[in-house]
């Protein structure tokens, strides 16, 4: 008669299935995260720059629009806050496709995420 005790105890260490472990991130995979990390702060960067320097045109043209009573113009802040998005969201998606990937594999597609990221803040800096 059993009593409903699990069979696992029972069993020598041998018997048992193995259970499947974490595989832990090589160097190479680390340096290659670390290195498309710095390449799309890089953009990010570009974009905060640039969310500085169109406030300061928009705010300087709109002083001068105030003093011959023109309408005042406002920042074009859709497209500067989605270039700010873009670099994070970027490499977000590159790491979540990548992860599963070889070392070479991964770093394709950061490097594919990356040349899509600058395309679309470029489009979008010339549109600001």
């Known amino acids: 008669m059993t009593t409903g005790a699990p069979q696992s105890a029972s069993q020598p260490e041998s018997?048992?299935?193995?259970?499947?472990?974490?595989?832990?991130m090589s160097a190479v995979r680390w340096a290659v995260i670390v290195l498309f990390g710095l390449l799309f702060a890089y953009d990010l960067f570009g974009a905060l720059a640039n969310l500085t320097g169109v406030l300061?045109?928009?705010?300087?043209?709109?002083a001068v629009r105030a003093s011959v009573d023109l309408d005042l113009i406002s920042p074009p802040w859709a497209l500067l806050?989605?270039?700010?998005?873009?670099?994070?969201?970027?490499?977000a998606i590159a790491a979540l496709v990548?992860?599963?990937h070889s070392v070479a594999?991964?770093?394709?597609?950061?490097?594919?995420?990356l040349a899509a990221v600058a395309a679309l803040t470029a489009s979008l800096t010339a549109l600001a």
């Open 15 to 24: 018997a048992r299935p193995p259970q499947p472990q974490r595989e832990r």
């Open 56 to 62: 300061a045109v928009v705010d300087a043209e709109n």
């Open 81 to 91: 806050v989605v270039t700010i998005v873009l670099p994070v969201a970027g490499f």
């Open 98 to 100: 990548g992860r599963r």
């Open 105 to 113: 594999t991964a770093a394709l597609v950061f490097a594919a995420g």
